[in-house]
């Protein structure tokens, strides 16, 4: 338990100082690659709570998401490389505001609500197993019009992103 | 203890890929290469370009390194004899992998030099092309075996390897792991013609050693993940559980080191248009099929 | 790994080398126990970047992988920096920023010339002969073993690489000055940024720097000279590129520009989306592209908007001296078809002279000729197949190459054979077939190239189809349609293969003709099919003497062409198709050597 506690100390402290980082710096790249190691410790987190699946999902997921972000923002900033000291933060009183109200209202949540005993962790082979088995019965229905529609927008997008083709050769040949 | 044992076990393997590396690219059998050259690297100066992104530049190769690491941390030698027996081993294969990518992004963005940002963003393409097909193969294998872990995946081929059991799957991630660890063909972000040398350029001495140990390491794993998750494992009449293990690993891993020799290096718009295309759809197809398999038959 | 060495060419350098002598590139530290070791093991494996480019080792006969040193892709991973020849006068820099940017230990290997200022004094010298090399290289080996570190190691500085401070405003690039201030056109301060110390570069346009060392002998990456360039965000789709500073760094007067706004205006390229143009040089040096060509891509994301250009080590050869010297001149002119230019001068020489064609040795000269092209057709092909990343054409070509240079006229028809059996296995992989149609066509020519390029374009000019010795032989050109470069691979191949079948049926190989004696005059005009294309020559003959001189290569056509070939493509179907024109930057005569700025 006292182990479980050190670690999720440490793994929060470091997803937020990462999240901190991705604004003090001035790289684009610097800053969504702080953003990606932000998410990796909050799925670390999931580890040290032993939900096993989510956590290993969750670092999954967050590398290739903030790497294609990382593009998207060296594609349409410029000064990618962060020498001219831009100010990553925007909005300051606003933003400000917004993160205090938003602290509040989660350690708020957090402390304040019941939430009932603390259950026993089934060993993660089973917890593994439940899931499957939650999304087949339960949520199946909700999974799979997800999943249907996910797919479905990024052939859209795709679809709709290609201009008309050029010789060959051209990039999207 | 079976920690260490697997640990070693992976270094060798990666030694072994090593020499088998340079037989494939020079066609000399060197016993003694691996050691010559990484002796030689360390002896020799290590240069930091002038403008890098410094935390880019360092962290890179230790990054590729540790992740190829993880990866193979959850992946058996033999019954009992693993690093991190995981409930969800097969997921956490692919997280580990994705790490990679980042590691080459920061390689190519940090050294501050054309060449290595086009091989990074190229790799960044071939991650668009091969993400899907490293995920979904493993979803069929996973169904086979019920279970995520990397033991009982091994053990739900008794059998039938996997490898007979779903071939289209089996092919499918041949060639996405080919292109995980930028193995030729689909060496883009290396692509010693092309981008002279890409990532691994700006590198030289001991961080360079680093990342030719993590390629090498990298390789081992994936044609570990093969064995494991397509051919059975430790399974095999005869010889003891690690030995077979160690000769399927082998063997893959040369296979995938020696077709690369006979095949020019892919075109990026192709290997798009070609996983997206063709390979996504038999993916798909594959997990029907097996699906179809495990409920009827 | 290398063989014995055979009866080295200078038993007493090799007394002299001995454990006490040091690299010139020797790393500063203290001879120790483990430093002996790690040199021993360096010792053993030497990697080489070849300057002006391996197609030049090979061109020569020189098997740099059977005498030891494998050959690398970039100087920074290499140990031994080999010049094939002379030192060009217009690759000097570009050499001298390879060495630099060698982590040391490094030495220098010259094959085939003493002399390769400005670069450090060669450790080896060697001649551009196979076992020659062999000796060279077992002495570097030694070298290295005893040499690597040395207690007082030289630093390499090299003045054009250094570099200063310099300001500039962010918004307007062009503005720049040596001390902090505001720009005059929009008010902005002055950011600091380093540049070049070799004058002042094209169009500094940002505060991202090329490559250095830190401490020793700063240097810039060496395919991109003096680069003041660096982040060229390029690859696919997703590729983002971003260059130019003009970043706000007060939000309050500038509001926030985008790549947006910054891009409006500019040409889409072929993929839809706008980015901002980006040079990137590649070259003279760049391992896929012939030594001393160097091509700058104006990039687009990762399709090349513009190129240009332009060779490194063509130079105006001065005609005039007596017949054998303009002769023997003539084929140095080019390393890469040596026979071909000797028997062009001869040919001009002769008709000047009224000597008409010598029907004995014709057969044997066209051996000679037709054995060239094969041997070149086959290292374009090693050179080729190393770009695309097919290594085992790379390597079987070489092989072949290297074993039809030194086969007597006896041995050509094993070769022949499996020449045949290259371009079969060629033929057969797909893989290949789809990674190089289309790419590269040309559709129409206004620039007139000849040689494989047109022929692969369906037009079939070849000097070679009127002349009589060719004729007796059952001459016919190969033509083919498509004019991308699968055609031009195809129809290499093919002309390699019936370039055999020529030598074979012709029976000998001589190059050698007896020059007509002094005392001649007369104008006289000849030309040749080289294996890049045609090539004329003028020359005028005073009492013996070649008092002028008037050469047309097919390099320059081609150089023209490089534009058609590379525009609107991406970088990698850009930079195989200049590879597929097979140009020989030897041949691009009038360009004065370019001085240290440019």
Same mark, same amino acid.
């Given at each position: 338990?006292?182990?479980?506690?050190?670690?999720? @100390?440490?793994?929060?402290?470091?997803?937020?100082?990462? @999240?901190?980082?991705?604004?003090?710096?001035?790289?684009?790249?610097?800053? @969504?690659?702080?953003?990606?190691?932000?998410?990796?410790?909050?799925?670390?987190?999931?580890?040290?709570?032993?939900?096993?699946?989510?956590?290993?999902?969750?670092?999954?997921?967050?590398?290739?998401?903030?790497?294609?972000?990382?593009?998207?923002?060296?594609?349409?900033?410029?000064?990618?490389?962060?020498?001219?000291?831009?100010?990553?933060?925007?909005?300051?009183?606003?933003?400000?505001?917004?993160?205090?109200?938003?602290?509040?209202?989660?350690?708020?949540?957090?402390?304040?609500?019941?939430?009932?005993?603390?259950?026993?962790?089934?060993?993660?082979?089973?917890?593994?197993?439940?899931?499957?088995?939650?999304?087949?019965?339960?949520?199946?229905?909700?999974?799979?019009?997800?999943?249907?529609? &996910?797919?479905?927008?990024?052939?859209?997008?795709?679809?709709?992103? &290609?201009?008309?083709?050029?010789?060959?050769?051209?990039?999207?040949? | 203890?079976?920690?260490?044992?697997?640990?070693?076990?992976?270094?060798?393997?990666?030694?072994?890929?090593?020499?088998?590396?340079?037989?494939? +690219?020079?066609?000399?059998?060197?016993?003694?290469?691996?050691?010559?050259?990484?002796?030689?690297?360390?002896?020799?100066? +290590?240069?930091?370009?002038?403008?890098?992104?410094?935390?880019?530049?360092?962290?890179?190769?230790?990054?590729?390194?540790?992740?190829?690491?993880?990866?193979?941390?959850?992946?058996?030698?033999?019954?009992?004899?693993?690093?991190?027996?995981?409930?969800?081993?097969?997921?956490?294969?692919?997280?580990?992998?994705?790490?990679?990518?980042?590691?080459?992004?920061?390689?190519?963005?940090?050294?501050?030099?054309?060449?290595?940002?086009?091989?990074?963003?190229?790799?960044?393409?071939?991650?668009?092309?091969?993400?899907?097909?490293?995920?979904?193969?493993?979803?069929?294998?996973?169904?086979?075996?019920?279970?995520?872990?990397?033991?009982?995946?091994?053990?739900?081929?008794?059998?039938?390897?996997?490898?007979?059991?779903?071939?289209?799957?089996?092919?499918?991630?041949?060639?996405? %792991?080919?292109?995980?660890?930028?193995?030729?063909?689909?060496?883009?972000?290396?692509?010693?013609?092309?981008?002279?040398?890409?990532?691994?350029?700006?590198?030289?001495?001991?961080?360079? %050693?680093?990342?030719?140990?993590?390629?090498?390491?990298?390789?081992?794993?994936?044609? +570990?993940?093969?064995?494991?998750?397509?051919?059975?494992?430790?399974?095999?009449?005869?010889?003891?559980?690690?030995?077979?293990?160690?000769?399927?690993?082998?063997?893959?891993?040369?296979?995938?080191?020696?077709?690369?020799?006979?095949?020019?290096?892919?075109?990026?718009?192709?290997?798009?248009?070609?996983?997206?295309?063709?390979?996504?759809?038999?993916?798909?197809?594959?997990?029907?099929?097996?699906?179809?398999?495990?409920?009827?038959? | 790994?290398?063989?014995?060495?055979?009866?080295?060419?200078?038993?007493?350098?090799?007394?002299?080398?001995?454990?006490?002598? *040091?690299?010139?590139?020797?790393?500063?530290?203290?001879?120790?126990?483990?430093?002996?070791?790690?040199?021993?093991?360096?010792?053993?494996?030497?990697?080489?970047?070849?300057?002006?480019?391996?197609?030049?080792?090979?061109?020569?006969?020189?098997?740099?992988?059977?005498?030891?040193?494998?050959?690398?892709?970039?100087?920074?991973?290499?140990?031994?920096?080999?010049?094939?020849?002379?030192?060009?006068?217009? /690759?000097?820099?570009?050499?001298?920023?390879?060495?630099?940017? !060698?982590?040391?230990?490094?030495?220098?290997?010259?094959?085939?010339?003493?002399?390769?200022?400005? $670069?450090?004094?060669?450790?080896?010298?060697?001649?551009?002969?196979?076992?020659?090399?062999?000796?060279?290289?077992?002495?570097?080996?030694?070298?290295?073993?005893?040499?690597?570190?040395?207690?007082?190691?030289?630093?390499?500085?090299?003045?054009?690489?250094?570099?200063?401070?310099?300001?500039?405003?962010?918004?307007?690039?062009?503005?720049?000055?040596?001390?902090?201030?505001?720009?005059?056109?929009?008010?902005?301060?002055?950011?600091?940024?380093?540049?070049?110390?070799?004058?002042?570069?094209?169009?500094?346009?940002?505060?991202?720097?090329?490559?250095?060392?830190?401490?020793?002998?700063?240097?810039?990456?060496?395919?991109?000279?003096?680069?003041?360039?660096?982040?060229?965000?390029? =690859?696919?789709?997703?590729?983002?590129?971003?260059?130019?500073?003009?970043?706000?760094?007060?939000?309050?007067?500038?509001?926030? !520009?985008?790549?947006?706004?910054?891009?409006?205006?500019?040409?889409?390229?072929?993929?839809? $989306?706008?980015?901002?143009?980006?040079?990137?040089?590649?070259?003279?040096?760049?391992?896929?592209?012939?030594?001393?060509?160097?091509?700058?891509?104006?990039?687009?994301?990762?399709?090349?908007?513009?190129?240009? *250009?332009?060779?490194?080590?063509?130079?105006?050869?001065?005609?005039?001296?007596?017949?054998?010297?303009?002769?023997?001149?003539?084929?140095?002119?080019?390393?890469?078809?040596?026979?071909?230019?000797?028997?062009?001068?001869?040919?001009?020489?002769?008709?000047?002279?009224?000597?008409?064609?010598?029907?004995?040795?014709?057969?044997?000269?066209?051996?000679?000729?037709?054995?060239?092209?094969?041997?070149?057709?086959?290292?374009?092909?090693?050179?080729?197949?190393?770009?695309?990343?097919?290594?085992?054409?790379?390597?079987?070509?070489?092989?072949?190459?290297?074993?039809?240079?030194?086969?007597?006229?006896?041995?050509?028809?094993?070769?022949?054979?499996?020449?045949?059996?290259?371009?079969?296995?060629?033929?057969?992989?797909?893989?290949?077939?789809?990674?190089?149609?289309?790419?590269?066509?040309?559709?129409?020519?206004?620039?007139?190239?000849?040689?494989?390029?047109?022929?692969?374009?369906?037009?079939?000019?070849?000097?070679?189809?009127?002349?009589?010795?060719?004729?007796?032989? =059952?001459?016919?050109?190969?033509?083919?349609?498509?004019?991308?470069?699968? *055609?031009?691979?195809?129809?290499?191949?093919?002309?390699?293969?019936?370039?055999?079948?020529?030598?074979?049926?012709?029976?000998?190989?001589?190059?050698?003709?007896?020059?007509?004696?002094?005392?001649?005059?007369?104008?006289?005009?000849?030309?040749?099919?080289?294996?890049?294309?045609?090539?004329?020559?003028?020359?005028?003959?005073?009492?013996?003497?070649?008092?002028?001189?008037?050469?047309?290569?097919?390099?320059?056509?081609?150089?023209?062409?490089?534009?058609?070939?590379?525009?609107?493509?991406?970088?990698?179907?850009? /930079?195989?198709?200049?590879?597929?024109?097979?140009?020989?930057?030897?041949?691009?005569?009038?360009?004065?050597?370019?001085?240290?700025?440019?």
């Amino acid at each position: 338990m006292l182990l479980q506690t050190v670690f999720l @100390a440490f793994f929060g402290l470091a997803a937020i100082w990462f @999240a901190v980082v991705v604004f003090r710096t001035s790289s684009m790249v610097r800053s @969504a690659l702080a953003l990606l190691f932000s998410q990796a410790a909050i799925g670390t987190m999931f580890l040290a709570m032993q939900t096993e699946f989510l956590g290993v999902l969750q670092i999954m997921m967050m590398a290739t998401e903030m790497a294609i972000m990382a593009i998207f923002m060296v594609m349409y900033m410029m000064d990618p490389g962060g020498l001219s000291g831009m100010d990553m933060t925007h909005q300051k009183r606003v933003s400000i505001a917004a993160g205090v109200l938003g602290t509040a209202v989660a350690v708020g949540t957090a402390l304040l609500v019941d939430w009932g005993p603390i259950a026993g962790v089934p060993r993660p082979g089973a917890q593994v197993h439940d899931l499957g088995i939650e999304l087949m019965e339960r949520s199946m229905l909700i999974f799979e019009t997800a999943g249907v529609t &996910i797919l479905t927008a990024m052939v859209a997008t795709t679809a709709i992103a &290609i201009g008309p083709r050029g010789p060959r050769g051209g990039v999207d040949d | 203890m079976s920690a260490l044992l697997a640990i070693v076990a992976l270094l060798a393997g990666a030694y072994f890929v090593a020499v088998l590396e340079g037989w494939a +690219s020079t066609g000399r059998f060197r016993p003694a290469g691996p050691v010559l050259a990484g002796l030689s690297l360390l002896g020799r100066e +290590s240069v930091v370009p002038r403008r890098p992104d410094r935390i880019f530049f360092e962290v890179a190769p230790p990054l590729l390194l540790a992740s190829a690491v993880l990866a193979a941390a959850v992946l058996p030698l033999a019954p009992g004899l693993i690093v991190a027996d995981l409930a969800t081993g097969a997921l956490f294969v692919n997280a580990a992998l994705a790490y990679v990518m980042v590691a080459l992004l920061m390689a190519g963005w940090g050294p501050d030099g054309a060449y290595a940002m086009v091989g990074g963003f190229r790799f960044l393409g071939q991650l668009v092309a091969y993400s899907m097909l490293i995920v979904m193969p493993v979803t069929a294998v996973a169904m086979r075996a019920e279970s995520l872990t990397t033991t009982e995946v091994v053990a739900s081929q008794a059998p039938l390897p996997n490898a007979l059991y779903q071939p289209v799957g089996f092919a499918v991630f041949l060639v996405a %792991a080919m292109a995980v660890c930028f193995l030729p063909p689909f060496d883009l972000p290396t692509a010693p013609g092309e981008l002279a040398g890409g990532v691994m350029a700006e590198y030289t001495g001991w961080r360079l %050693a680093m990342m030719r140990l993590a390629r090498a390491v990298l390789v081992v794993t994936l044609a +570990s993940s093969i064995a494991v998750f397509y051919l059975g494992g430790w399974l095999g009449p005869l010889l003891p559980p690690w030995a077979w293990t160690a000769a399927k690993t082998l063997a893959v891993a040369a296979a995938m080191l020696f077709v690369g020799r006979y095949v020019p290096r892919v075109r990026e718009a192709d290997l798009l248009a070609w996983c997206w295309k063709i390979g996504i759809p038999l993916a798909l197809f594959n997990i029907f099929f097996v699906g179809v398999l495990l409920l009827v038959v | 790994m290398s063989g014995p060495s055979k009866a080295p060419a200078n038993a007493r350098a090799d007394a002299e080398a001995g454990a006490e002598a *040091a690299l010139s590139g020797a790393r500063e530290a203290r001879p120790s126990l483990l430093r002996r070791l790690v040199s021993r093991a360096g010792a053993r494996d030497l990697c080489a970047f070849v300057v002006p480019g391996p197609e030049v080792a090979r061109a020569r006969g020189l098997g740099l992988r059977a005498a030891g040193l494998s050959v690398s892709a970039t100087p920074r991973h290499a140990n031994v920096l080999v010049v094939v020849g002379e030192l060009p006068v217009g /690759l000097r820099e570009a050499a001298v920023v390879a060495y630099a940017q !060698m982590p040391r230990p490094r030495a220098v290997l010259a094959a085939g010339a003493a002399d390769v200022s400005p $670069l450090p004094g060669p450790d080896v010298s060697a001649d551009a002969a196979e076992e020659s090399l062999a000796a060279g290289v077992a002495r570097l080996r030694r070298l290295f073993a005893g040499g690597a570190f040395a207690p007082e190691a030289e630093a390499f500085e090299v003045a054009a690489l250094g570099s200063r401070t310099e300001y500039a405003c962010p918004m307007h690039p062009e503005v720049v000055r040596e001390e902090p201030g505001t720009c005059p056109k929009c008010g902005m301060e002055l950011v600091e940024r380093e540049a070049a110390d070799g004058g002042e570069q094209g169009d500094p346009e940002d505060a991202h720097q090329g490559h250095d060392h830190q401490g020793d002998g700063r240097t810039h990456e060496e395919d991109m000279h003096h680069d003041d360039h660096a982040h060229h965000g390029e =690859g696919d789709e997703h590729g983002g590129a971003n260059h130019a500073d003009h970043g706000s760094m007060d939000h309050g007067d500038m509001g926030f !520009m985008s790549m947006v706004k910054m891009t409006r205006g500019t040409p889409r390229s072929s993929d839809g $989306l706008q980015m901002e143009w980006v040079e990137a040089p590649f070259g003279p040096l760049l391992p896929g592209l012939p030594g001393g060509l160097s091509v700058t891509f104006t990039l687009d994301g990762d399709t090349v908007a513009e190129a240009r *250009a332009n060779s490194a080590v063509g130079r105006r050869q001065d005609p005039r001296g007596p017949v054998e010297e303009f002769v023997e001149r003539f084929a140095r002119l080019d390393p890469l078809s040596p026979v071909s230019y000797r028997l062009l001068a001869l040919h001009a020489v002769e008709d000047a002279v009224g000597a008409g064609a010598r029907d004995e040795g014709a057969l044997a000269r066209v051996g000679a000729l037709e054995r060239e092209r094969a041997a070149s057709h086959l290292n374009w092909l090693a050179g080729f197949g190393h770009l695309l990343g097919y290594r085992w054409l790379a390597r079987r070509a070489e092989e072949l190459q290297l074993a039809l240079l030194r086969a007597e006229a006896g041995g050509i028809p094993p070769i022949r054979a499996e020449v045949r059996k290259l371009a079969r296995r060629v033929e057969r992989t797909s893989l290949l077939r789809r990674r190089l149609a289309g790419v590269g066509i040309i559709l129409a020519d206004p620039a007139g190239a000849s040689g494989p390029v047109a022929r692969a374009g369906g037009r079939g000019a070849d000097s070679r189809a009127d002349e009589e010795a060719y004729l007796t032989l =059952g001459f016919e050109p190969v033509v083919q349609e498509g004019g991308d470069a699968l *055609a031009r691979l195809r129809v290499r191949l093919a002309e390699a293969q019936r370039s055999l079948g020529l030598v074979t049926r012709a029976g000998g190989i001589s190059g050698a003709i007896p020059v007509p004696d002094a005392g001649a005059s007369g104008r006289g005009a000849a030309a040749l099919e080289t294996p890049r294309g045609s090539a004329n020559l003028r020359v005028k003959l005073e009492d013996g003497e070649v008092t002028g001189a008037d050469l047309e290569t097919p390099s320059a056509a081609q150089t023209r062409l490089v534009g058609a070939v590379t525009e609107g493509r991406e970088v990698a179907d850009a /930079l195989v198709g200049v590879a597929s024109l097979d140009i020989a930057p030897w041949g691009v005569i009038g360009e004065a050597p370019r001085e240290a700025a440019g």
